[in-house]
């Protein structure tokens, strides 16, 4: 149980420890049970706190993915809706900052 700690698969480690348990009922082994049972529970309750990190940085990843889209999002449907064929284009083959520099200096695009 202590060294299922410090590896990386705890929750292999927690399926071997039900398949354990399983096994001492069907032998009628109670101490052998209630030690398999106490590794499932550790082991599933390791994995759990390893997966939390990980699953809370993929939600602050999608957030952050989602507040950068929709910008350009507003921007496409603009151009669309405006008729810009030019700021279209760069905007779906990923010339955003592009676009995004021209438009903060009051410029049009194709003037240099």
């Not at 096994?23 to 599933?44: C, H, L, M, P, Q």
């Not at 507040?67 to 010339?95: C, V």
Request: glycine residues 6%; proline residues 3%; hydrophobic residues 40%.
């Amino acid at each position: 149980m202590v060294a299922s700690a410090f590896t990386k698969a705890p929750m292999e480690n927690a399926i071997n420890g039900m398949a354990g348990a399983i096994n001492s009922i069907k032998e009628g082994n109670e101490k052998g049970y209630e030690r398999a049972y106490d590794a499932f529970k550790t082991n599933v309750k390791l994995a759990d706190q390893r997966l939390r990190p990980s699953t809370s940085f993929i939600v602050m990843h999608c957030r952050w993915a989602a507040l950068i889209r929709l910008p350009r999002r507003k921007m496409r449907n603009a151009a669309t809706r405006f008729g810009d064929s030019q700021m279209l284009m760069l905007a779906e083959h990923g010339m955003i900052k592009e676009v995004m520099s021209c438009r903060r200096r009051g410029r049009s695009l194709t003037s240099r």
